[in-house]
Antibody
Framework: QVQLVESGGGLVQPGGSLRLSCAAS????????MNWIRQAPGKGLEWISY????????YYADSVKGRFTISRDNAKNSVYLQMSRLRAEDTAFYYC??????????WGQGTLVTVSS | QTVVTQEPSLTVSPGGTVTLTCASS?????????PNWFQQKPGQAPRALIY???NKHSWIPARFSGSLLGGKAALTLSGVQPEDEAEYYC?????????FGGGTKLTVL
């Protein structure tokens, strides 16, 4: 069955960096669009980044543009989110989600990023 | 700043029917926004329900349906069950970006 497993979350100081990973299994990863979506504790969902199957098309939400970088390694069935210049408002659960344009389907369980001094 | 608006909360009786809507600050929602709907229960990751306006994922019960209604995307639950009590989010596509609605808390009472 399809599995998406995020890792790499934790506590980081404002201005710091963190790299999230998402390991995928159970589907043809290289054919799949992938996204990162976040949710601040007790708040709603926010789409933050998309990458196409080949990695050639990438989009970011304005809130993270210039600070976050999405990438993927199809040989390792993994997608990554490099986060830099982190702010308190980046504190959230970060979900890896497959899909794009017309559909979003599978979600991971999320990894918590806390930005605090 | 594009804003997607949902009803903050709705209440429905078990067995009843309820429609949740999703509006765009840019104007009428059309199929070109490829509306998606998600369900989230407390302490869980969201689950995909509907994609591309009215297509159900294979794991979704028949009582869930999606449509366009009066310039908005809509999610209708018919024959509501107690386990449908949850937060529901819509997602709209804006050409290289996606925006979630603020969510509707559905209470089954």
């Amino acid at each position: 069955q399809v599995q998406l497993v995020e890792s790499g979350g934790g506590l980081v100081q404002p201005g710091g960096s963190l790299r999230l990973s998402c390991a995928a299994s159970g589907f043809t990863f290289s054919d799949s669009y992938m996204n990162w979506i976040r949710q601040a504790p007790g708040k709603g969902l926010e789409w933050i980044s998309y990458i196409s199957g080949s990695g050639t098309t990438i989009y970011y939400a304005d809130s993270v543009k210039g600070r976050f970088t999405i990438s993927r390694d199809n040989a390792k069935n993994s997608v990554y989110l490099q986060m830099s210049r982190l702010r308190a408002e980046d504190t959230a659960f970060y979900y890896c989600v497959s899909g794009g344009t017309t559909y979003f389907d599978y979600w991971g369980q999320g990894t918590l990023v806390t930005v605090s001094s | 700043q594009t804003v997607v608006t949902q009803e903050p909360s709705l209440t429905v009786s078990p067995g009843g029917t309820v429609t949740l809507t999703c509006a765009s600050s840019t104007g009428a929602v059309t199929s070109g926004f490829y509306p998606n709907w998600f369900q989230q229960k407390p302490g869980q990751a969201p689950r995909a329900l509907i994609y591309n306006t009215n297509n159900k994922h294979s794991w979704i019960p028949a009582r869930f349906s999606g449509s366009l209604l009066g310039g908005k995307a809509a999610l209708t639950l018919s024959g509501v069950q107690p386990e449908d009590e949850a937060e529901y989010y819509c997602l709209l596509y804006y050409g290289g970006a996606w925006v979630f609605g603020g969510g509707t808390k559905l209470t089954v009472l």
